[in-house]
């Protein structure tokens, strides 16, 4: 008797956890996430368009990664990313986000028309870390491959307690 019910009850969830639509004459599977609060799902990437005249920006960063050596705990540092939009369209940003909440970066919300030069900084805050720590700044933007990732690296040295 218990064998059955719990069969029932698999059943019942594999049928309502997802819910087919039809999308351009094609079945679709659609998650109950997806379903009930589409907000909750989030592309990496934005969705690739390609421009009408075929032409896009391109970022040229001088470096891509910083090393900010060794630090004290709890230190507070940021380095700048300058680049240049070397491409044929203007660059926008759209977003700009840290591994964690300890990396925040600060990136232009205005185009960068072709030619011109822009800078992302990115601050860390070494408040409770400790020891060789990477992390990284995931950039959108409309560059045909849509996304850059940039990294800094430190090695954070906790304070002797006397």
């Known amino acids: 008797m218990k064998f059955n019910l719990l069969v029932l009850v698999a059943l019942l969830a594999?049928?309502?956890?997802?819910k087919k639509e039809t999308v351009n004459d094609k079945e679709v599977l659609l998650d109950s996430t997806s379903v009930q609060r589409?907000?909750?799902?989030?592309?990496?990437?934005?969705?690739?368009?390609?421009?009408?005249?075929?032409?896009?920006?391109?970022?040229n960063f001088q470096k891509e990664a910083?090393?900010?050596?060794?630090?004290?705990?709890?230190?507070?540092?940021?380095?700048?990313?300058?680049f240049k939009n070397t491409g044929e369209a203007d660059l926008i940003i759209t977003s700009a986000r840290g591994s964690c909440g300890c990396t925040v970066p600060d990136y232009p919300k205005t185009p960068i028309k072709p030619g011109e030069t822009g800078n992302i900084k990115v601050s860390f805050?070494?408040?409770?870390?400790?020891?060789?720590?990477?992390?990284?700044?995931?950039?959108?933007c409309n560059t045909q491959e849509g996304n850059k990732i940039l990294k800094i690296n430190a090695n954070i040295e906790v304070p002797n307690k006397n």
Not at 14 to 18: E, H, K, P, Q, R
Not at 40 to 55: F, I, N, S
Not at 69 to 74: C, L, S
């Open 66 to 82: 910083h090393d900010f050596g060794t630090i004290k705990q709890g230190d507070k540092v940021s380095t700048d990313f300058q």
């Open 14 to 18: 594999l049928t309502t956890a997802c």
């Open 125 to 140: 805050d070494s408040k409770g870390k400790q020891g060789k720590t990477s992390k990284t700044v995931t950039i959108l």
């Open 38 to 59: 589409p907000e909750a799902v989030e592309t990496a990437t934005p969705a690739a368009q390609v421009p009408a005249d075929g032409k896009y920006p391109t970022m």
